[in-house]
């Protein structure tokens, strides 16, 4: 991603902004913030968890309805 930032003369904040702000939260998700997810979903506490699916997009699927 940073060679094509580059490429099109953007900063690495800059090409990273214009993303962030088609998210409903306006900012882009960390991968601590999935890897706490993913997490949870391995461990005994989401045992009963079953078919189901889990929107760790920032909301930017519930725009798309």
């Not at 979903?41 to 920032?58: E, H, K, P, V």
């Amino acid at each position: 991603m940073k060679q094509k930032l580059a490429a099109d003369g953007k900063s690495e904040q800059k090409g990273l902004a214009e993303p962030a702000a088609e998210v409903p939260l306006k900012r882009l998700g960390r991968p601590e913030e999935l890897g706490a997810l993913v997490a949870f979903l391995a461990s005994g506490r989401a045992s009963y968890i079953n078919g189901t699916t889990i929107q760790a997009d920032g909301g930017v699927g519930r725009r798309m309805l």
